[in-house]
């Protein structure tokens, strides 16, 4: 399989994008790169004493249309192009989805695994005391990502607060509801997907009948469980972890399978399905697909042998660029990630707007706001697609890049 460079493969659907909206060169070299990057030396200290000088980045990819947002990841190989393409991609998914936010990402290389919590908590602190000077609720408002939480969040708003010296409960999202985060927050990015699926079954004729879930994580989980409530029904045939796949054709109960993989941290062992080949899900005949684990898990191997009719993308970049042509040509429709894993920076949004108010929404109310927003960024993405006659990955890229143009050209950037 090709060896991917996430950053460029990120800038040539750019380069892709700009030459169907026919942007001029100023405005395409400016969308091609980002607009501030920080990379910073963290001194921390371990349980033992000793101390490691920890690397950790920042990356404000662009903000024409509001602060940046985006996650932080703690990770051992974590890199400066990981974090620039998740940067811009997060961008053009707050455009795609109307919300007045810029896009952002910020990482640190180390190993959590490898942490007790109470040196994770001093990689948190000593993060924001690095960033302090350039985030902010009208700057740039972080969220969680890979190996971090909201109880990371809570960390890092009480050391920003203490730098401050006043409360700013919106300087960052995913918190813990007691101070300051939302209802509706954790199963968002499921709930956005699932709620995609709805509107594409509805446009495309599809009944969701059987669904596989390839990544039996958070959102994996969360999704297994919404798809009956939001779609009316549908059997859950196959999942996999990162360590084994369970099978049956006449369906798993979604629940029993959650409960097992809390439990022992794996579906290997689940008594109602049989083991499965992790990959050979992907190749399996269902309905809907979700991927909801690691990027390019679909890919030029195997996207000939994808038989679902319909693929959520849960997970961030889980299809390939030359799979994206084959799955098109196949005539199986892609929800793409900047589309269908957008419920998290929506409801994320959500919980800034009650931070800076001070008034906290009930759960229906984040559940039919997030419906009304993703819903609406759907069917723009449809008639993007209808217009431009081109795959969805690349529909949903020319809507969020062509939002992001116009608001760089009425500033005057460009």
Known sequence: MTSYNSFETARRQIL????????DKSTTDLLIQPQREYTFTMPV???????EIMTGFRIQYNTARGPAKGGIR???EETIDTIRALSCWMTWKAAVSDLPLGGGKGGVICNPKHLSVKELERVARAY??????????EKDIPAPDVYTNPQTMAWMMDEYETIVR??????LTDKPMQIGGTEGRRDATSRGGVITVREACRHYGIKPDTFIVQGFGNAGQRAALLHKEILGGGKLIAASDSKSAVYNPNGIDPMELVRHKLTTGSLKGFKGAEEAERDSILELEADVLY?????????????HKIRSKLVCELANGPTTPEADEILFANGIHVLPDLLASAGGVIVSY????????????????VHKALDKKITKAFHSVVQSQKEKRVHPRLAALIVGVARVAEACKLRGWV
């Open 74 to 76: 703690f990770h051992p």
């Open 166 to 171: 006043k409360h700013s409960s919106g300087i």
């Open 16 to 23: 892709e994008a700009a030459e169907i909206l026919k942007l």
């Open 350 to 365: 959500f919980e800034m707007v009650q931070d800076s108010s001070f008034i906290f929404w009930e759960e229906d109310i």
């Open 291 to 303: 991927p909801a684990a690691l990027e390019n898990a679909i890919n030029e191997t195997n996207a």
């Open 45 to 51: 200290m371990l349980d033992s004493g000793a101390i």
């Open 128 to 137: 924001i005391r690095a960033v302090a000077d350039f985030i902010g609720t």
